[in-house]
Each structure stands twice: as structure tokens, then as C-alpha cells.
């Protein structure tokens, strides 16, 4: 970590002198050659009323940009900074000068005689430990089931300036749950400003972060589905806090950061309650990046319930006449002529309509299917448990060739003179299949229309199916062909 907080110095002092001063700090001065540290100077003045609260200046007798770290994880810049020490001890403050010459560092131990605890009744720790009576402590965890929990925005080195904001990109709900980014958490106890970091063994970060924790010997990193990288890194037992009340501004001890590496142990505290806490990193390992967080406690941190879906009997119907069908049916794995507006190629037995829908398996895929989802409901299967069509199964599809299968577990490798209808539970997704109820009717007739329906009473108790699935020439080969039907319904 020290590579890591020498690098951070550095890049924080080139920002200084590029983008981070104001004009008039360069126009009122020359900055001229670079100091020495027995030519600094700084004073330590306790607040008269509160010593544990020490303003520190600079007294240094040259001009020059100053920045403070306070010995007790806490850092500041400017010509004057305070700093709050709720615990007796030694502190160890530095200050550093940068000019245009180059900079210089001068350490001054202070005594803190007494503990403030006072100094911790401010409701920033209130709400991030809940509280001095709290014994256990207070978990946050990535409030991993709503968008915006973890974003980026431009940090302090993007030609535009930093924003407050992840302007340029919000995860949304469980977006990173393949990778260990959810697996962290962290619990923060008032008594002994004391966070314990619990993880699953990996931090989760980017290219950049990783090749920073690689030159700090954690080389150890996967490719996540998720993307970017997870790396080895297993916390310590236990590090320290501190807050910058003033500020706003939360500082972790020993490197420790939030399960995601960007180079900082220091955070912004953008809003926090009982119940939420938004932080700001500014990366140093790519300044150019903020990242953002939204953590919740860990009891809060619960997938919500699926709403439970009513039942309804709602008749579907439709003929394809129209260029917008009212029954629209999605395609898995369908071939490019697969249309719902097609000019009936056998206008005759019994089907005189002019319009069809063409269907076509494509060649080398397994699982062509269409399929309807309803929305919002479940299907009432209590009477609305038939449906209908017409087919037609054209003669000049190839049912002799022997194809390629998905699996052994496949009997036929033949295209067929077939249409199935199944239901199933949408709800499940990739897995809906498992729930499934299909009528097959195979070996039909070629070159005419046939009537059809599918009747599922005997299912009539389920209430959970919500999807519909049609399927020609039979699943599981890779052979392909040409299938049409019409009149669609789905009725009592």
C-alpha cells in the first residue's frame, strides 16, 4: 500500500499544480525553487474550548501550495486546516509544500491529553455505526437490488472537471452480480472507531486497480462473468476509522476501501441516514475517475418479492390479417422468413383468408420455437383451456435426412410433420421449460389445412403457466423448414 499512497501523493501534487489551484495562487506569487523541510513551518493552535479540536497554519516563510495529512487518517489542503482527535495519543501531522520547484514535507508530533468523545455524538456517526450503544455495530452492504448503486463520473482529471454525479454510467439492479463486489461488507462500531471487512476472499476492480494491486503483490485475478477482474485480497482483521465532520469526508485505515479498488482509502460522504449512505471515490489509480456507491444496512438488503400475479380467462384471437397482430408472438432461434403477415400459399380447403403466418425452423438450430407471454396475469385454466389453429404442413420439406442432435438423449433426428403446444411458467425464465405441459401431434397430413386443438384441461388446476409455446418439426435436431398456420385462439 505504501507504492500505492507514494503514487497517490504524486499524482495528487500534479493535479495541484495543473487543475486544482486557483489562479490567483500562481499570479501573487513566484513560486520559485524547491523548498527544503527545515525551511517549513507550520503552528498548532487548539480550539480554546475544545483542545481536541486543532486548527493547524502554515507559517512557512515562502509561497507555496499546502497540503496536510493529520495523523489520524484524516488529510486537508490549504494555507490553514482543522482536524478533530476524539482519543488521547500521539499524532504524527505533516504538511506539505509544493512549489514549482518541487515540494518538501515537515512533521510535527502533537500530544492529544484527553479523549473527546463528544467528538463522536455528531450524527455522522450516529448514522454510520448507530451509535455509541450500538455493540455490535453497524453492516452496510451494495444496495445490490436497485439501479444506481455503483457508478462512475469524471473525476478531478477529466479535461471537463469532476462532478459530483455518475454522469457516465449507473449499474442497474444485481448489474454486478457475478463477481465478489456483492460478497463485501462492512461493519463499523463507534466504540474504538473500529470497521471490521468481511469479504469472500476478492476485491472486485478494473485493469487499471489491478495492475496497481499487482505492483502491491495481489496478483491472484479472474475475469469474472460480470466483466472487469476480480483479485485475490483478503482484509485484515479489523482497521480504524476516522470522519471529517466538516466535511463530510470518510477516511478507512491501512488501505482498507469499500470491496472495490481505486486506489483511495478516503471517501466523500455525498448523503447518509439511518437507512442509506452515498460515498464518492476519487480514484487515484486512474484520476480521470469518481466512482460512486450506494450501500444499505445489511438487514435491509432483501430481493424483493415477486408481486403474485392474478388468475384471468382472456380469450386471444388472431387471423394475421392485419400488419399489427393483437396476439404478437415472440421468436427464439427462428429462420428470416418466419412472418406473421404472409400471403396464405394455399388459399383453399376451408382456409380462404389471405393472410398466414409463416413459420420457419431454421436450419442448424435445436430449439426454434415462438412463444406469447401474458402480461401481468396468470393463465385461468379453470375453463379457458383450449386453443385452436389451422396448419398447414407443406410436402416439400426435406423429412428423410438424418440431422445433427443436441444430445444422445434425442430419439429423432428426422424433421417432422409436427406441431406442439406447451405451457409453461415464464416466471422461470431459461428454466421455464422444466415446468412445462405439451400436446404433440405428429405424422400429419402434407399439401392441405388442418384443423387443430389442443385441449388442456387436464391441467386445468395449474396456476402458474403465463406463457404459450408453439413448436414445428419437432425439437432437439438441427433441421430446418417451412410451416405455416392461422386463426390463432385461445378459448374456452
Given at each position: 500500500m505504501k507504492n500505492i499512497l507514494k503514487t497517490g501523493i504524486?499524482?495528487?501534487?500534479?493535479?495541484?499544480?495543473?487543475?486544482?489551484?486557483?489562479?490567483?495562487?500562481?499570479?501573487?506569487?513566484?513560486?520559485?525553487?524547491?523548498?527544503?523541510?527545515?525551511?517549513?513551518?507550520?503552528?498548532?493552535?487548539?480550539?480554546?474550548?475544545?483542545?481536541?479540536?486543532?486548527?493547524?497554519?502554515?507559517?512557512?516563510?515562502?509561497?507555496?501550495?499546502?497540503?496536510?495529512?493529520?495523523?489520524?487518517?484524516?488529510?486537508?489542503?490549504?494555507?490553514?486546516?482543522?482536524?478533530?482527535?476524539?482519543?488521547?495519543?500521539?499524532?504524527?501531522?505533516?504538511?506539505?509544500?509544493?512549489?514549482?520547484?518541487?515540494?518538501?514535507?515537515?512533521?510535527?508530533?502533537?500530544e492529544v491529553a484527553e479523549d473527546d468523545l463528544s467528538l463522536l455524538q455528531n450524527p455522522l456517526y450516529t448514522a454510520l455505526t448507530g451509535g455509541a450503544d450500538n455493540a455490535e455495530g453497524k453492516t452496510w452492504v451494495f444496495d445490490q437490488y436497485n439501479g444506481g448503486h455503483f457508478g462512475v463520473g469524471p473525476g478531478e482529471a477529466f479535461a471537463d472537471g469532476p462532478t459530483m454525479t455518475a454522469d457516465w454510467w449507473n449499474a442497474g439492479a444485481n448489474d454486478k452480480l457475478e463477481c465478489s463486489l456483492y460478497t463485501n461488507k462492512f461493519t463499523f462500531k463507534q466504540v474504538g472507531v473500529e470497521m471490521i471487512w468481511e469479504n469472500n476472499g476478492f476485491v472486485y476492480t478494473n485493469g487499471a486497480g489491478a495492475a496497481a494491486l499487482a505492483d502491491m503483490g495481489y496478483t491472484n485475478a479472474v475475469v469474472p462473468p460480470a466483466g472487469d477482474l476480480d483479485v485475490e485480497y483478503s482484509p485484515n482483521a479489523s482497521y480504524n476509522f476516522s470522519l471529517v465532520t466538516s466535511d463530510s469526508t470518510l477516511i478507512l485505515s491501512d488501505g482498507a476501501f469499500f470491496g472495490h479498488y481505486a486506489g483511495t482509502s478516503t471517501y466523500k460522504i455525498l448523503s447518509i441516514s439511518e437507512n442509506e449512505m452515498y460515498l464518492r471515490a476519487q480514484s487515484t489509480v486512474e484520476p480521470v475517475n469518481a466512482w460512486y456507491y450506494r450501500l444499505i444496512p445489511e438487514e435491509l438488503n432483501v430481493e424483493p418479492e415477486e408481486p403474485e400475479l392474478p388468475l384471468e380467462a382472456n380469450p386471444l384471437s388472431e387471423d394475421f390479417e392485419?400488419?399489427?397482430?393483437?396476439?404478437?408472438?415472440?421468436?427464439?432461434?427462428?429462420?428470416?422468413?418466419?412472418?406473421?403477415?404472409?400471403?396464405?400459399?394455399?388459399?383453399?380447403?376451408?382456409?380462404?383468408?389471405?393472410?398466414?403466418?409463416?413459420?420457419?425452423?431454421?436450419?442448424?438450430?435445436?430449439?426454434?420455437?415462438?412463444?406469447?407471454?401474458?402480461?401481468?396475469?396468470?393463465?385461468?385454466?379453470?375453463?379457458?383451456?383450449?386453443?385452436?389453429?389451422?396448419?398447414?404442413?407443406?410436402?416439400?420439406?426435406?423429412?428423410?435426412?438424418?440431422?445433427?442432435?443436441?444430445?444422445?438423449?434425442?430419439?429423432?433426428?428426422?424433421?417432422?410433420?409436427?406441431?406442439?403446444?406447451?405451457?409453461?411458467?415464464?416466471?422461470?425464465?431459461?428454466?421455464?421449460?422444466?415446468?412445462?405441459?405439451?400436446?404433440?401431434?405428429?405424422?400429419?397430413?402434407?399439401?392441405?389445412?388442418?384443423?387443430?386443438?389442443?385441449?388442456?384441461?387436464?391441467?386445468?388446476?395449474?396456476?402458474?403457466?403465463?406463457?404459450?409455446?408453439?413448436?414445428?418439426?419437432?425439437?432437439?435436431?438441427?433441421?430446418?423448414?417451412?410451416?405455416?398456420?392461422?386463426?390463432?385462439?385461445?378459448?374456452?
Open positions: 504524486m499524482m495528487a501534487m500534479a493535479s495541484l499544480l495543473f487543475v486544482a489551484c486557483e489562479p490567483q495562487e500562481f499570479d501573487d506569487y513566484d513560486l520559485g525553487s524547491a523548498p527544503q523541510s527545515e525551511q517549513l513551518s507550520f503552528s498548532v493552535n487548539p480550539k480554546a474550548d475544545q483542545p481536541n479540536v486543532i486548527a493547524f497554519s502554515n507559517t512557512t516563510d515562502r509561497p507555496g501550495i499546502a497540503t496536510w495529512t493529520f495523523g489520524n487518517g484524516a488529510s486537508g489542503k490549504g494555507q490553514s486546516a482543522t482536524s478533530e482527535y476524539p482519543f488521547a495519543g500521539s499524532y504524527d501531522v505533516t504538511m506539505t509544500l509544493v512549489t514549482d520547484g518541487g515540494a518538501a514535507t515537515f512533521t510535527k508530533t502533537i392485419s400488419e399489427t397482430p393483437s396476439v404478437v408472438f415472440a421468436t427464439e432461434a427462428m429462420g428470416d422468413r418466419t412472418n406473421a403477415h404472409y400471403q396464405n400459399p394455399a388459399p383453399f380447403n376451408g382456409n380462404q383468408s389471405d393472410y398466414v403466418y409463416l413459420y420457419e425452423k431454421k436450419a442448424g438450430e435445436f430449439y426454434s420455437n415462438i412463444s406469447y407471454v401474458a402480461q401481468d396475469y396468470k393463465f385461468d385454466l379453470t375453463t379457458q383451456n383450449k386453443i385452436s389453429l389451422q396448419v398447414f404442413i407443406p410436402s416439400y420439406n426435406d423429412y428423410t435426412t438424418e440431422n445433427n442432435v443436441a444430445g444422445e438423449w434425442i430419439a429423432n433426428n428426422q424433421l417432422q410433420a409436427s406441431i406442439a403446444v406447451k405451457l409453461q411458467n415464464n416466471d422461470l425464465g431459461g428454466s421455464a421449460w422444466e415446468t412445462q405441459t405439451e400436446i404433440l401431434e405428429t405424422g400429419l397430413e402434407t399439401g392441405k389445412w388442418i384443423e387443430l386443438t389442443f385441449d388442456f384441461s387436464h391441467v386445468a388446476d395449474r396456476e402458474d403457466y403465463n406463457k404459450i409455446v408453439i413448436q414445428f418439426g419437432t425439437e432437439g435436431h438441427d433441421g430446418g423448414g417451412i410451416f405455416f398456420f392461422d386463426d390463432f385462439e385461445f378459448h374456452e
